[in-house]
């Protein structure tokens, strides 16, 4: 079993950064993937990056050279730094954990790009 818990999300003005956290109670050492969705208002989750176990960090297109995902399986932490942040990038941002055949969510935090 694996609870996920985000922090970090807030307001920020366009070219700005965050850098959300995502803690995990259990271990995540063999989890078989974890990265951050994100869902605006009106339009469906969508994956932003993600650490597949053993391989490199894939990003979405829309946000790739601007954010980076790191995780700690020591602490077991993911971290999403954005930076050079836009208006399209607000919505609500979900940790995930995938250990199979278990998906795991965490409740989300709210990112809100705005001057």
């Known amino acids: 079993q694996v609870q996920l818990v985000e922090s970090g999300g807030g307001l920020v003005q366009p070219g700005g950064s965050l850098r959300l956290s995502c803690a995990a109670s259990g271990s995540i050492f063999d989890a078989n993937s974890m990265g951050w969705y994100r869902q605006a208002p009106g339009k469906e989750r969508e994956l932003v990056a993600r650490?597949?176990?053993?391989?490199?960090?894939e990003y979405a297109n829309s946000v790739r050279g601007r954010f980076t995902i790191s995780r700690n399986n020591t602490k077991n932490t993911v971290i999403l730094q954005m930076n050079s942040l836009k208006p399209e990038d607000t919505a609500v941002y979900y940790c995930?954990?995938?250990?199979?055949?278990?998906?795991?969510w965490g409740q989300g935090t709210q990112v809100t790009v705005s001057s």
């Open positions: 995930y954990a995938y250990k199979w055949p278990t998906k795991y």
């Open positions: 650490i597949i176990t053993g391989g490199s960090p």
